[in-house]
């Protein structure tokens, strides 16, 4: 299986657009997704909501997908 790198923001968040255009190239596969919580250069928090809202609404039940929060920066807080 590839990975897929999905564009961020110039905060560093996720780009949850350019997210839901890779979804929806790939709905044929199941989606493992990292988001960050505090990553290191610039302390960027994607928001988890948007981010399983982005995929509830492309057709990604939750038995299609897995997502990993790495918490670098902020993941004691």
Avoid: W
């Amino acid at each position: 299986m590839g990975c897929i790198k999905v564009n961020t923001l110039a905060s560093g968040e996720i780009d949850c657009a350019d997210f839901r255009a890779e979804l929806l190239q790939n709905k044929d596969k199941p989606a493992i997704i990292n988001v960050n919580i505090g990553t290191t250069v610039k302390g960027a928090v994607d928001d988890l909501d948007l981010v399983i809202k982005t995929l509830e609404e492309t057709g990604f039940g939750r038995d299609r997908f897995y997502i990993h929060c790495d918490g670098a920066l902020f993941g004691l807080l």
